[in-house]
């Protein structure tokens, strides 16, 4: 019963992440709401300027999206990070409580690693093509 209460939680706060980041795509794909699709199009523009990407070819854009996957990547890290502290801070001496808890934090943290290298090597591949 608590696995599929955690499973539950689980698919929530995905469903939360989904709804949160698509609501301004749901404001651009509307052509009858052409001011929320203009202000989307100003943030979007804005992120591109802070990131140093302007143009409008396609490599910039595919620039863009990369770093926002990887910026939601580190949010979901996090989320990982606190869930796994706050099971190990409220396990009270239950030593499986204690071990998955670790457990979680181990995989967050290796997720992290190879998230940061695919970064790296992302990085490096795009400055030499653009």
């Known amino acids: 019963m608590r696995h599929k209460k955690n499973v539950l939680n689980i698919v929530s706060l995905i469903i939360c992440l989904y709804t949160i980041t698509s609501i301004p795509l749901t404001c651009y794909a509307d052509n ?14 804005l ?4 990131m140093g990407s302007t143009g409008d070819d396609l490599l910039n854009r595919i620039n ?17 990070i606190i869930y796994g502290g706050i099971l190990w801070m409220t396990a009270g001496g239950n030593d499986t409580q204690v071990k998955k808890a670790q457990n979680i934090i181990q995989r967050a943290a290796i997720g992290l690693f190879i998230v940061i290298l695919a970064y790296a090597i992302t990085y490096f591949i795009l400055k030499r093509i653009l």
Not at 32 to 45: E, H, P, S, W, Y
Not at 47 to 50: F, M, V
Not at 64 to 80: K, P, S, T
């Open 64 to 80: 863009l999206i990369i770093n926002v996957v990887y910026g939601l990547i580190g949010v979901i890290f996090f989320v990982l």
């Open 32 to 45: 009858d709401n052409k001011k929320g699709k203009q202000i989307f199009l100003n943030g979007v523009n």
């Open 47 to 50: 992120t591109a300027e802070e």
